[in-house]
């Protein structure tokens, strides 16, 4: 069975520090999809990254970082030099399948992380 | 327009009301999904239209009753809910082709069922 754990409910943290939001997984699959979504607070999800399996390449997209650990069934993602404008729920997702599109495909989100970013 | 618009933003209903939903994508994808995010609980998907074609979705309830008229357009008519159907619906779209293509979402419709 598919299972996205975020850990952390709420993080607050001073403008300009790093912070990390954890992210563990579940699944049986040897394929399957990673994802992390920002929500801010106008309600509208922004996707941020997909990782599959088959490739652990960290990534760094500007102050965005995500380390993908295979052997601990982990995608955590790391904010360098935060800021007030990052403060939004963060979500970590889970898909075993490429496309949704049979009744037992499907797309499991963490219970989201939410970020407070203190000027 | 651009990207995917949902309206109402909010709506407020009472328990014997029909109301719709509605979600328009501006993106050329060819799936479109409904969530719902409760406070406190994980975002659930509730529908999946894959090329236009309903993927089931038995866990639903028969008072949410989506439809997809074209690949740009999707609805979720909503009768006779119940106050804990209150919540955030979601409209996403993605691009079903090749390997999996992230869904992108619209704002959300605030509902509350009174």
């Known amino acids: 069975a598919q299972k996205v754990t975020q850990a952390q409910t709420e993080i607050s943290v001073v403008e300009k520090e790093d912070v990390t939001l954890d992210c563990v997984y579940e699944?049986?699959?040897?394929?399957?999809?990673l994802f992390w979504y920002k929500q801010p607070p106008s309600g509208e999800l922004v996707f941020l990254i997909r990782?599959?399996?088959?490739?652990?390449q960290n990534e760094i997209s500007g102050r965005y970082s995500w380390n993908f650990q295979k052997s601990t069934s982990s995608f955590n993602f790391t904010i360098t030099a935060s800021q007030v404008v990052d403060s939004a729920v963060y979500f970590c997702?889970?898909?075993?399948?490429?496309?949704?599109?049979?009744?037992?495909?499907?797309?499991?989100f963490g219970k989201g992380t939410r970020l407070h970013i203190l000027p | 327009e651009t990207g995917v618009t949902q309206t109402p933003r909010h709506l407020v209903m009472g328990m014997t009301n029909k109301k719709s939903l509605k979600c328009e994508q501006h993106?050329?994808?060819?799936?479109m999904y409904w969530y719902k995010q409760s406070a406190k609980k994980p975002l659930e998907l509730m529908f999946v239209?894959?090329?236009?074609?309903?993927?089931e979705n038995n866990s639903v309830p028969s008072r949410f009753s989506p439809e997809c008229p074209n690949s740009s357009h999707l609805f979720l008519h909503l009768h006779t809910l119940q106050p804990e159907d209150s919540a955030l619906y979601l409209c996403?779209?993605?691009?079903?082709?090749?390997?999996?293509?992230?869904?992108?979402f619209g704002p959300g419709t605030r509902l509350t069922v009174l």
């Open positions: 699944t049986r699959d040897t394929t399957y999809y």
């Open positions: 239209y894959s090329l236009e074609e309903r993927v």
């Open positions: 997702a889970l898909s075993e399948s490429p496309h949704l599109s049979s009744r037992d495909d499907k797309i499991i």
């Open positions: 996403a779209s993605s691009r079903r082709q090749g390997t999996y293509n992230e869904q992108f």
């Open positions: 990782r599959n399996s088959f490739d652990e």
């Open positions: 993106l050329g994808h060819n799936a």
